[in-house]
């Protein structure tokens, strides 16, 4: 009878060792990513036919395996008071110098405080234009795991924007090869999307960043993010 009951007794203890690991490893393998942080958009490529950045990202991967970041619905803006509809203005008033106007009554002519050469006050007006949507990184963005130390670890990944400013809303193409001349704020705003070694859910990260591009400098960085995590 003890012979038969310490072997219960052991292969119990077996069994409950092999459940307990195994729930251990399912619950090593399938928590999210936290205190995600975007760190910098740097190293952009701006061309007319071609968009290029490099997103750098700070998480800490509770798990023992690492994940990968391969996925994303990103929108990417610029922001510009130097846009196509601004200078419609200039090209209509070109336009219309060549045509000759009957010469106006003397008795009507009134005094204005502005030229009228001069363009509307709201030429100045800050623009946003889409330039187009990202679905996936170029390179992903990857995170080792670090279920003891807990330590937060940054990855680069690489944004690729072909043909920027022609998407099916509309063709902003033009107005993106006039951007581009002059100082502009890039906006990426969108998700990251990511899955889980032994998980078949789709993990969420929100995203809005910020950035100030001046056309001939090297030194291009963050310059306001807002971030959110789902």
């Known amino acids: 009878f003890l012979n038969r009951f310490a072997g219960c007794l052991i292969l119990s203890i077996m069994i409950l060792l ?5 729930i251990g490893f399912l619950f090593a393998t399938t928590q999210p990513l936290t ?4 760190l910098a958009l740097e190293h952009v490529v701006a061309t007319e036919q071609e968009l290029i950045l490099d997103m750098e990202v700070q998480a800490q991967n509770p798990n023992i395996v690492a994940v990968n970041v391969e996925l994303a619905n ?7 008071k130097h846009s196509e509809d601004d200078f419609g203005w200039w090209d209509q008033q070109q336009l219309s110098s060549h045509v000759e106007e009957p010469r106006p009554n003397i008795s009507q002519v009134h005094t204005l405080d502005d030229s009228p050469e001069d363009p509307p006050d709201d030429l100045d007006e800050t623009r946003t234009t889409l330039l ?31 043909k920027p400013g022609n998407t099916t809303e509309a063709d902003n193409s033009e107005r993106w090869q006039r951007i ?3 100082e502009y704020e890039l906006i990426v705003k969108g998700t990251l999307r990511y899955q889980l070694p032994m998980s078949a859910r789709t993990r969420n990260v929100s995203i809005d960043a910020r950035l100030k591009v ?14 959110h995590v789902d």
């Not at 205190?35 to 975007?38: A, H």
């Open 132 to 162: 187009g949507r990202v679905y996936f990184f170029d390179s992903p963005l990857i995170f080792e795991g670090s279920p003891f130390k807990h330590e937060r670890l940054s990855s680069t990944g690489q944004l690729r924007l072909a």
């Open 214 to 227: 001046i056309p001939g400098s090297d030194d291009k960085k963050l310059g306001l993010m807002d971030l």
């Open 180 to 182: 581009l001349k002059y």
């Open 18 to 22: 092999v459940i307990s690991g195994a």
């Open 35 to 38: 205190q995600v942080e975007v």
């Open 74 to 80: 990103i929108d990417i803006f610029a922001k510009s």
